[in-house]
C-alpha cells in the first residue's frame, strides 16, 4: 500500500533548539518525495523536494530508502517556522501524511 | 498575479442538500486538482483534470461526487444529496505542468459544514 506516516500531530520546542520533523513512506516504486507547509491563515505551499537537495528557510530533508524516511530538520528552530508541515508522496497521484503542528515558543 | 481561488469560501448545508463549490486556477496553468481535507488529517486526492479532460477520478468517494472542467479553466465540485461525512476543506490546487506534478498551487479551500 502507499502510504505515507507522521507520526507526530503535535511538535513544541523552543527557539533555537533543533526540530526534526518525522516522515515514514510505504511505496515500492521509486519514490518522489516533498514537504509542505502551511502557515497561519496562509494556503498550503510547496516547502522543498528531495531531489533539489537544496534548503529552504534553514529545512532540509534526506531522503533514506533504507529506512524509508524523509525527515525534516532544521538546526535552529525561529518562531516564525510555526505552521503544519505535511510530507507527501507522489505516485499516480500525490498522497499526503496526516501533518505535524510545530509550536516554535519564545 | 492572482493565485487560485475558490468560493464559497465557507458553506453550511442541510443533510440532503446539493452543493456546487467553484474553483479559479491561475490562468494558463493546464493541471487541475481537487482535494478532500477533513479535520486533523491531510489532503486526500479527489479527482485531476488536463485542461478540459477529466483523466483520474479514482478518489472520489461516491457517485454523489461530480466534478467538471468544460472549457479547461474553471472547476466546479458537485456533492449532491450531502451527508454528514461529507464535511470538510475541499481544496483545489493547479499546476502548468502536465501529470502529477509535485509543484501544485493551491487555493485558500472551501470549508463545507453539513448540518
Known amino acids: 500500500a502507499q502510504r505515507v506516516t507522521q507520526p507526530e500531530k503535535l511538535l513544541s520546542v523552543f527557539k533555537g533548539a533543533p526540530v526534526e520533523l518525522k516522515c515514514n513512506y510505504s511505496y515500492s516504486g521509486s519514490p518522489e518525495l516533498f514537504w509542505y507547509v502551511q502557515y497561519s491563515r496562509q494556503r498550503l505551499q510547496l516547502l522543498l523536494r528531495?531531489?533539489s537537495r537544496e534548503s529552504i528557510k534553514g529545512f532540509t530533508a534526506d531522503l533514506n530508502k533504507g529506512e524509508t524516511s524523509f525527515h525534516l530538520k532544521k538546526p535552529f528552530a525561529q518562531e516564525e517556522d510555526s505552521a503544519m508541515y505535511y510530507c507527501a508522496l507522489r505516485t499516480d497521484k500525490l498522497i499526503f501524511g496526516t501533518g505535524t503542528r510545530l509550536q516554535v515558543f519564545p | 498575479g492572482a493565485g487560485v481561488s475558490q468560493s464559497p469560501r465557507y458553506k453550511v448545508a442541510k443533510r440532503g442538500q446539493d452543493v456546487a463549490l467553484r474553483c479559479d486556477p491561475i490562468?494558463?496553468?493546464?493541471?487541475l486538482f481537487w482535494y478532500q481535507q477533513a479535520l486533523g488529517q491531510g489532503p486526500e486526492f479527489l479527482t485531476y483534470f488536463q485542461n478540459e479532460a477529466q483523466l483520474d477520478k479514482s478518489g472520489l468517494p461516491s457517485d454523489r461526487f461530480f466534478a467538471e472542467r468544460p472549457e479547461g479553466s474553471v472547476s466546479t465540485l458537485k456533492i449532491q444529496r450531502t451527508q454528514q461525512e461529507d464535511s470538510a476543506v475541499y481544496l483545489c490546487a493547479s499546476s502548468s505542468s502536465l501529470g502529477i506534478s509535485y509543484e501544485q498551487y493551491f487555493g485558500p479551500g472551501t470549508r463545507l459544514t453539513v448540518t
Open positions: 528531495h531531489i
Open positions: 490562468s494558463g496553468h493546464v493541471s
